[in-house]
């Protein structure tokens, strides 16, 4: 089946950890991408990636990193430096990036 | 200011009680306008996407419609499985291709 695939779907971290979000696709897609969702809020823009080895930056960059070394992979690492990681992220890409967007199912971070 | 505004935040219905939901967007060049489904704890589920002002798509009891400042997302004799967040998203010239997402809108159906 084609699609994107994130894991783990909850991820729990100690304050101060830096952790690591997987995102995979097997659909041949150029764009990939990184939202962060918190409730009442709209889908926000942390990094995305237009082809391998490159990627920009989105709104809310600050305290994630990201690496696109393969066409197939984009994961994102949140650092300790990002003040406020509890939240839910997801993983899209596009066959170019003026086509839609197909999701993951997302993994939801929880800091303890 | 909110580039992208959906409205009703929320919505209830009876099963068979046909509305609509509302996506307004103040960008120019659009490039794109995108309806998405997301059923909780879950990813966004493409819907449909709209290019132009007067383009129309159907899917089932959906029907999506744009004009040049706002998209429609109606909803015929709704179940109580459509019951879902409905997010909006626009690509414009300033966006670098990059999805600009509302904050959608929960629609309850209830049987």
């Known amino acids: 089946d084609g699609g994107i695939t994130q894991s783990p779907k909850y991820l729990f971290r100690k304050e101060g950890q830096n952790v690591t979000l997987s995102c995979e696709q097997n659909l041949n897609h150029d764009a990939m991408y990184w939202y962060r969702q918190d409730p009442g809020q709209g889908l926000r823009l942390i990094y995305y990636s237009q082809i391998v080895n490159d990627f920009q930056k989105g709104d809310i960059a600050e305290g994630y990193s990201v690496s696109r070394e393969k066409k197939e992979s984009f994961p994102l690492t949140v650092t300790s430096a990002q003040k406020n990681p509890t939240a839910f992220y997801l993983c899209a890409s596009s066959m170019t990036s003026g086509t839609e967007a197909f999701f993951g199912q997302g993994t939801r971070l929880t800091v303890v | 200011e909110d580039q992208v505004t959906q409205s009703p935040e929320a919505l209830r219905l009876q099963e068979g009680e046909s509305s609509s939901l509302n996506c307004s967007y103040t960008?120019?060049?659009?490039?794109?306008l995108f309806w998405y489904r997301q059923d909780p704890g879950k990813g966004p589920e493409f819907l449909f996407t709209l290019y132009s002002a007067g383009e129309e798509k159907e899917k089932e009891r959906l029907k999506a419609t744009l004009t040049k400042k706002e998209s429609f997302l109606h909803i015929t004799a709704p179940k109580p499985e459509d019951s879902a967040t409905y997010l909006c998203a626009v690509r414009y010239g300033g966006s670098q291709g990059n999805l600009i997402f509302g904050k959608g809108t929960k629609l309850s159906v209830k049987p």
């Open positions: 960008v120019s060049g659009l490039r794109g």
